[in-house]
């Protein structure tokens, strides 16, 4: 009785130890199923692109105890396939300026037409796949062989409206709060402007219209501040029209005369900058300190024209108005003031 008893527990210890030694290895394969993910290093490109730059990698060069790149004006909310223009505003002559995005380890290089200069300018082309927030970074190298200190400021992704890219993209950015109006001439005449937007449909639930193309974003209607300092016009494939469109902007209502204002206009078609016939693209345009304010309708008297541009393989032939023109307050009011 006392030998079966002993092949009794000794059998009931090789049981506890195989059991234990099971629990340990579904533990550990339970903690190898959920291991700690470094979040994506950001690719540049997938933010922004500057024209006439060249791209380093490694993280943006600057000196903790360097003297200030200086005044920077940028507009810091930022749409898909939209613009930002940028002016450095120094005290020193400047190499190189490099510009980057916060945990990225590329950088862009961009050398100025002219060092000796107390301004520098140069336009971000918003990817059309943005879809977030990001921290832009910007540094220097000036004449005397330093490097500046890390200009750092955050930029917005605007999600409110559509702010469709899609086949034909139109965009607008400006680097100050006022209503800067941005007008598309269609092929068949037909003007896209606050006052007449688009197409859109209406959702019942939730009581908002949704432009499927057309303006999708009007900012700082009649200086109601929104700070959002962009406007986007948009046609989905189906609907570019094969012609000639025209570009124009104007200033509905300066809201502080005592500035002036940067604005820079981008046409994307089929995800490539289109090539004007009249201006250039890019466009930037100033409104100089003391622009008065110009309240017009469709008609664009007194507005600028930025550019134009032919399409020789659209899909559609007109406009087809198929729904019901919507007018926000906003508009409604705008139209009411205009001459």
Not at 51 to 78: F, H, K, L, R, W
Request: proline letters at 4%; glycine letters at 8%.
């Amino acid at each position: 009785m006392n030998a079966k008893l002993l092949q009794l527990f000794k059998k009931l210890h090789i049981y506890i130890f195989i059991v234990a030694v099971v629990s340990v290895g579904i533990y550990s394969c339970t903690d190898e199923e959920d291991p700690i993910v470094k979040p994506a290093v950001p690719v540049l490109s997938n933010f922004f692109a500057i024209q006439n730059s060249t791209v380093a990698q490694g993280t943006i060069p600057s000196n903790p105890s360097g003297v200030s790149i200086g005044e920077v004006v940028i507009n810091s909310t930022a749409i898909a396939g939209g613009s930002s223009h940028v002016t450095i505003t120094s005290d020193n002559d400047i190499q190189k300026i490099y510009v980057s995005i916060k945990g990225s380890n590329q950088y862009y290089t961009i050398t100025p037409n002219q060092t000796k200069s107390n301004v520098f300018e140069f336009i971000i082309l918003l990817s059309q796949y943005l879809n977030q927030n990001f921290e832009i970074q910007i540094s220097a190298l000036l004449e005397n062989g330093t490097t500046t200190s890390l200009y750092s400021t955050p930029v917005v992704y605007h999600t409110a409206g559509t702010g469709g890219t899609g086949g034909l993209q139109v965009s607008l950015s400006f680097n100050n709060e006022k209503d800067v109006d941005l007008y598309v001439i269609q092929p068949d005449g037909t003007v896209i402007f606050y006052g007449n937007k688009g197409g859109h449909v209406y959702d019942s639930i939730t009581g908002q219209y949704t432009y499927i193309w057309g303006l999708d974003l009007d900012s700082n209607p009649a200086c109601n501040i929104d700070s959002i300092n962009n406007e986007n016009v948009f046609y989905p494939d189906t609907l570019v029209q094969t012609g000639t469109y025209q570009v124009w902007i104007n200033m509905y209502r300066n809201c502080d005369t005592s500035i002036a204002t940067t604005c820079v206009v981008t046409a994307n078609h089929a995800s490539q900058l289109v090539t004007p016939t009249f201006g250039v693209n890019p466009s930037t345009h100033i409104f100089p300190i003391g622009e008065p304010s110009n309240s017009i309708g469709n008609d664009t008297t007194g507005a600028v024209k930025i550019m134009e541009f032919n399409i020789t393989n659209g899909s559609s032939t007109g406009s087809k108005k198929i729904y019901k023109p919507y007018l926000t307050e906003s508009a409604k009011m705008k139209l009411d003031m205009a001459r």
